[in-house]
């Protein structure tokens, strides 16, 4: 019987193979549980109990200003600055300020590239299923000596979307001007991956 695992923000996949057979099967099978959760946890990017929930304790207040958008999407910037605000705010333990002065850290963003690809078609021939890619540029700075906490040159999201206009699309920003609530979907969603990835570093 194998097991594989794979492994977050990482991208690498780790293969775990075992056969057991005879009647101490099932006391192997719970040795074999505790290993795996032990490596999985100091390995793989399982978060332990106090970990991956803060930044350093002098981190009090983050500005956030608007991020660059680099892409032909309109106001993704605006929505996707708000949520990821919003979803500092929501871990409970920090000021969130639009600003890049008076601050503890400043988070800057930019939005380099959202591709749309179709994955499926309808009868029609018209495209039912897309996989929406959004990469950014994020980097998180210390303001008492600019020292960089955290960067990503490009932090990649993908996710797919079913189609429901009826209507094709042939780029990023035709496809939001058809489906108006994917793009909410897609900057609450990619948020949250900015904010865990940020917060699991520490």
């Not at 032990?38 to 608007?66: D, M, N, Q």
């Not at 994020?138 to 209507?167: C, H, K």
Request: aromatic fraction near 10%; glycine fraction near 8%; proline fraction near 3%.
């Amino acid at each position: 019987m194998a097991l594989t695992h794979h492994k977050g923000h990482q991208g690498h996949t780790g293969h775990y193979k075992m056969s057991f057979h005879g009647k101490t099967a099932t006391g192997i099978w719970l040795c074999v549980l505790c290993v795996l959760c032990g490596e999985f946890s100091a390995g793989c990017g399982y978060a332990l109990a106090g970990r991956g929930s803060f930044l350093p304790a002098y981190v009090k207040t983050i500005g956030i200003p608007i991020f660059v958008n680099s892409t032909t999407v309109f106001n993704v910037e605006t929505l996707l600055t708000e949520k990821v605000r919003r979803e500092f705010i929501g871990r409970g333990r920090y000021t969130v300020l639009p600003q890049d002065t008076d601050v503890d850290a400043v988070l800057k963003g930019t939005v380099t590239s959202i591709t749309i690809t179709p994955v499926s078609f309808a009868p029609t021939q018209l495209a039912s299923r897309y996989t929406i890619t959004m990469t950014a540029r994020i980097e998180l700075r210390d303001t008492r000596g600019n020292a960089m906490l955290w960067e990503n040159p490009s932090l990649v999201f993908r996710q797919e979307y079913e189609a429901s206009s009826g209507a094709n699309a042939a780029d990023a920003a035709a496809f939001f001007g058809h489906e108006t609530n994917a793009l909410d979907r897609l900057s609450d969603e990619f948020a949250r991956a900015i904010v865990s990835a940020i917060l699991e570093a520490f």
